[in-house]
Structure formats: C-alpha cells, structure tokens
C-alpha cells in the first residue's frame, strides 16, 4: 500500500470549470447520504415526470421488511423523457450517430426528432401486434439504430424489453425468451462484425423450434442478406410496418416501479439472472451519472464503444445519452478491423469529445504498437472512461498518454448490470486519479468492506465490497424469482447489498476492486458463469465431469479453464478438445469459449464431494508451488496428476 501516493494524477488545471470540483462533490456526498429524501426530492426532478413524486427512497435491505422502491408514488415514461422532450429545443440536433463496419459505408444519423418520428411509428406498430404495458419483447439485434428505436418504443408502449447480446447462441437465446415468455422477438436479417455477417435471423429461426410463447417476428433488413421475411402472419418486415404505422403515440404513462427491462446476467450459480429494472429510478440514476460522470454537454459528440446487448450499452449508449440530450455515437463494427487504427479514426472523423470503453480493448490495442494510434489526431478528446472489470496500471497508462496526449482524465468506473449505472467512479473534475483505482462512491453510495464473517472493516483494508443503502438505478428483482434476488444479493451480510466484488480500499479512502471473489469470470469484461460453462460441458456426449475456473489473459483480463473428466473408454486428445471448444461456442457463444481445456482423470474433492475450486484455480493461474492445505481431500493425489498435465494457456 506504500504506493498510494505514487502515480497520483491532479484534477488538470483545464478542468476547473466543470460541472463539479472537488469541494463540490464532499457537499454534495455528504448531503446526499445525510440528507438522502432532500437529496434526491431535488437530483429526481432531472427528469420529466407526468404526476410528481412526493416518495424517494422506501427500501429495506432485511429479510422481514425486504422491498426497494424509489419515487414510488411518481409517473412518467422513459421514452418521452428520452425524446419529446428535447423536441422544443434540440429537434434537429443528431440524437444518435451511427457508424458502420464498414469505413467506406455509409453512415446515417437520427435528429431527435426523426428517432421520435420513428419510435411512434414502431411503438404503434408493436401494439397492432397485440403488445402493450407489461409484454415481454426479446431483441436480438447488432449495433445498428433500429435497436434503439425498437428500446424506446417498447418503453413508449409500456413493454418490457430484453435485449440478449448477439453473439449469444440460439440456445442461450432459447433460453432468455423461454425464462421471461416473449411473444415478440424483434431482430436483423444479418448483423456485420469486423467485414463478417452474423447469422441473426436463422439463429432466432433455430431458437424459436423450442420455444412456444413467440407470436411475432420482427426482422429488420440490414444486410439484405438471409432471405426476405415470409410475411406469413408471424413473420414482419421492420421497415414495412413502420411505414404503415401512424407517426402519433402518446407514451404511456408508467408508474416509477412498472418495469424498463430484463437483461440476463451470469451469477456463480444456476442459469442467467433475469434483472430487472423499473421506469423512474433507473432513468434519474442513468442520466445523472451519465451527466456528471463524463461532465456531458450537449451537443457534443460521446461514444460508448459498448455492445447494447450489455448494460453498458443500455445506460450509456440509450438512456443515459438520450435522456440528457446527447449525440450518442453507436458503432457496429469492431475496434482492430480493418486496422488498429479504427476506434481512434472514428474519434476523429466524428470529433468525439467522450470516449468510454473496456480494459480489454485498450489492452489488444495496446498490442499492435503506438503506431496506429500515433497516425490519428483525437484532438476533439477531452475525457476518456473505461468499464467492465478491472483496469492495469499498464493499460490505463497507456490509455491516458498514448490515447489521450496527457491531456485527459480517465473515469475508471466500477458498477454491475444490477446496480444500472456507476458507483464507484472518479468525477473528472473533483478527483484527483490513481491507476487502476475506481476512486471514490458517487451520490449516495454507500461502499463498505466486510471481511468473509461479515465483520465491517474500518480504515485501509481489503475484503468483500458491500453496499449499505439502496440507491435508484438499483435492481428491484430477478424476474420470475424475487426469493432468488434476495438469496444473491442480501443473505451473504444480511441488511446489505452484496456485490460479488472483493475490493481494497486505501488510506486516502480510494477504492480499488480486485475482481470478483465468487464463481464468476470477467472474460473480456463480459461475465461468464462457471456453472453455465459446466452445465454446457456435461451435456457433450463423452465428458462426465466438468469444473471451470478463471485463470489470467493478458488480453481478456481472465480466460476460461476447464477441467474435464471424461467417460470411461474415452481417451482426451487434441482433437476432442477442438471439440469440446465448439461445443461451448455452439451451446452458449464464442464468449464462452474456453482458453484451456485440461482432461483430468479426477478432480479434487472432499470426501463430502465437494470440488475444491480453489486447487483448480491455483493449478490453472500456474500457482503449483501454493495449493495449501490438500490433506482433506479424499484422495489427495488427484493433485498431483493435475499439476503435472496443466494446459499452458493458449
Ligand atoms: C467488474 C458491467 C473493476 C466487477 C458494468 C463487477 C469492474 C462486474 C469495473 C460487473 C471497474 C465492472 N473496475 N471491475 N471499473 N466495472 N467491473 O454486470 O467485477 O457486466 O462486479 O457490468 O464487472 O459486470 P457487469
């Protein structure tokens, strides 16, 4: 910890005038914690209500009393706050900027007005299919601004989306419109990815033989390829309907707590977690954040390279951005094709002032040499983020002189798909920076480490990151599942928020996650289930025993490890791991991948049968010499064949 001090970055003196300095923001944390109602009866009038609030937070963290709602007695709709609102004064102000795979493609862009234009046609177009408040609307789209109309005409309607990232496969997509019952599904034709189609279409076509509650297909032609839509009563073309679909809609009005949107997330155990987020307190966290996070000004160009498939994308790419008046850039394509140079090209093509993107990005960037970023200017560059997992030193160095010329703070910003935005993040003019350090709680966080007996530790100490109050981009519930949502969440330290995070925080009161301390990876800043990965490796015909653990990736953060154990009479060769890798592309998606793949005769167990994950993890990080205690194994030299047949990562 004696480097605290070392490496600390001051707030540049250009930075003066932001929207918040450093006494503003101890003002403004104390008062949103000591004062919480008077706090945020004043940061919820951000946003357009239809009938005002008079509630703020009413929530209990304890089993008794166990709810959480926020501006509970308070309407609105989200769409409305995202786009008529900003008709009066920024109508024909670029609203989203879409840039294609392509460099030589065409782009487009969306006023604010046009995205409204076009979100009313849709809305009313979904309704004629039959949906409205409280339908279940599954969206499997690439990087293209039909996604985010078909999101905001959903909340226009009262429907409640959920979006499933595009590189899922049909399976997991099966199994996200199974769990929350869409009787729509709205996708593209094909989607485009670094000069590559993806087969969208056929997928949902694939997914849909085993799921029963579909009624309608949306397809939007994108790529022309994949065939035309059948038209046949179940089948719609996205641009047809909207073309004969009324351009009037009157948003619905919504109570603050009716539901947004589902996103599935990996936890350490079972299937993907359905959050769900609500209309009020998601939208005032998501525009408040994005506002004072990134010190937003409209109309200037910002870009959140996230997929909207992910959180990131929901908060920062959609509501966020459009809530506040943003010209929010979406980009297709990805960020090494055709060249290394792309991310910083597309910065200087459009003027980009905000960029926010993901430690594993920067670190493959980082890869192919200075070069491609020293070709480009990024002169329009003023603040730079990153998001996702845990960012190095190395790569944050890299991003703030190389990316940034020195001249721009980067906000290193740690939340959760269930937390809806940032929490724990620098504000650019308030905070001075240490690499790799998340810095301090945004308004109304509560950050405290316990220690595994849930003791609370005080001063410098390292332990599990908990939250002690409700804040309102908060998740309300696991859909279908609210026993489920408090199990995960609030029974590990009961009457806190637990966040699966182990976290350090120093003397200075800097916070700086180390990454998660249960059964969860943060592959390429996605999170991967070690469950989801074994259940997909047992169903292979040969394989009887699966365990998977994370293990370092200079690119990814963390890789995939899996231990295998195969049916008698199978032998483990170079051609079944191949195999084995396909399997797990095919049942969950490339994300899922595994980097390693070590045939094992047996694994480590207790003699109560319980897998020893933290043996596996050690044999896989390549930590042999440090497996501590192993006498209570019930066969103790299963280890040593496992350290002697450890797979070098790939
Ligand atoms: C990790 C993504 C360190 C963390 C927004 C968290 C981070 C998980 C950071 C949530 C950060 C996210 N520094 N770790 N700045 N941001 N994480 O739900 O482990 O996809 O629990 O949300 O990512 O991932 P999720």
């Known amino acids: 910890m004696s480097d605290d001090k070392a490496g600390v970055y001051p707030v540049p003196a250009e930075w003066a005038h932001a929207k918040i300095d450093a006494a503003g923001y101890r003002e403004m944390y104390r008062r949103s914690v000591e004062d919480p109602h008077g706090f945020w009866t004043e940061h919820g009038r951000r946003i357009d209500w239809i009938k005002p609030f008079t509630r703020t937070g009413d929530w209990s963290f304890d089993a008794e009393h166990f709810g959480i709602a926020w501006f509970a007695d308070g309407t609105l709709n989200v769409s409305a706050n995202c786009l008529d609102r900003h008709l009066a004064t920024r109508g024909e102000q670029v609203a989203i900027l879409w840039e294609p795979d392509d460099p030589a493609g065409e782009g487009r862009s969306l006023t604010y007005r046009a995205l409204h234009d076009e979100v009313c046609r849709f809305a009313n177009a979904l309704k004629s299919l039959g949906a409205g408040k409280g339908s279940r609307i599954t969206l499997y789209m690439p990087m293209i601004p039909e996604t985010t109309v078909a999101m905001l005409a959903c909340a226009r309607i009262g429907a409640i989306h959920s979006v499933v990232f595009a590189g899922f496969s049909p399976e997991a997509l099966a199994g996200r419109i199974q769990d929350c019952d869409s009787t729509i599904v709205i996708t593209a034709d094909e989607g485009r990815r670094g000069g590559k189609t993806v087969p969208l279409r056929a997928n949902v076509d694939e997914a849909l033989t085993h799921c029963n509650s579909v009624e309608h297909v949306i397809v939007v032609r994108h790529t022309g390829g994949g065939g035309a839509p059948k038209e046949d009563g179940r089948e719609h073309d996205y641009a047809a309907l909207v073309a004969a679909a009324s351009p009037d809609c009157p948003p619905e009005e919504m109570a603050a707590e009716d539901p947004l949107f589902i996103l599935y997330t990996s936890g350490s155990t079972g299937k993907p977690k359905g959050v769900l987020h609500t209309s009020g307190g998601y939208l005032v966290w998501a525009a408040m954040t994005h506002e004072i996070v990134f010190d937003y000004r409209a109309p200037e160009v910002y870009w959140c390279a996230a997929d909207v498939g992910w959180v990131t994308g929901h908060s920062y790419i959609v509501y966020g951005p459009l809530a506040n008046g943003a010209t929010s850039l979406m980009f297709e394509g990805v960020p090494n094709w055709p060249d290394a140079s792309r991310v910083w090209q597309v910065v200087d093509k459009h003027r980009v002032t ?119 981009g908060q998740m309300r519930t696991v ?156 066969d103790p030299k299963v280890v040593d064949d496992l350290v002697a047949n450890r797979v070098p990562a790939a």
């Open 479 to 634: 859909w279908g599942d609210h026993a489920r949502f408090f199990q995960t969440y609030f029974s590990a330290y009961p009457g806190k928020y637990f966040t699966g995070d182990g976290c350090r925080r120093d003397a200075d009161g800097y916070y700086w996650i180390t990454g998660r301390v249960d059964d969860v990876i943060n592959v390429s800043g996605h999170r991967m289930g070690t469950a989801e990965v074994e259940s997909a490796l047992v169903a292979h015909p040969k394989v009887a025993e699966a365990a998977v653990v994370g293990m370092p990736h200079a690119v990814k953060g963390q890789g995939i490890y899996a231990y295998v154990t195969l049916n008698a009479g199978e032998t483990g060769d170079e051609a079944l791991r191949a195999e084995l890798v396909r399997w797990v592309r095919h049942e969950i998606g490339p994300i899922a991948a595994p980097d390693a793949v070590q045939f094992a005769p047996g694994l480590p167990k207790t003699r109560s049968g319980k897998i020893m994950r933290r043996i596996l993890r050690k044999i896989a990080e390549g930590e042999v010499g440090s497996l501590g205690d192993t006498s209570t194994l019930a």
């Open 354 to 472: 905000i960029f926010y993107g993901a430690p594993t990005m920067l670190r493959a960037l980082m890869r192919e040499g200075d070069q491609w970023v020293a070709r480009t200017e990024r002169s329009s560059l003023r603040l730079l983020g990153s998001v996702g997992e845990p960012i190095n030193p190395e790569a944050w160095e890299w991003y703030h002189k190389v990316v940034g010329g020195g001249r721009c703070p980067i906000v290193d910003t740690w939340w959760q798909t269930e937390t809806g935005g940032h929490m724990i993040t620098p504000l650019p003019g308030a905070t001075a920076l240490k690499p790799g350090s998340a810095t301090l709680p945004f308004f109304g966080v509560v950050p405290e480490l316990v220690d595994a007996e849930g003791k609370l530790l005080e001063g410098a100490a390292e332990g599990n990151l908990v939250l002690a109050t409700s804040w309102p």
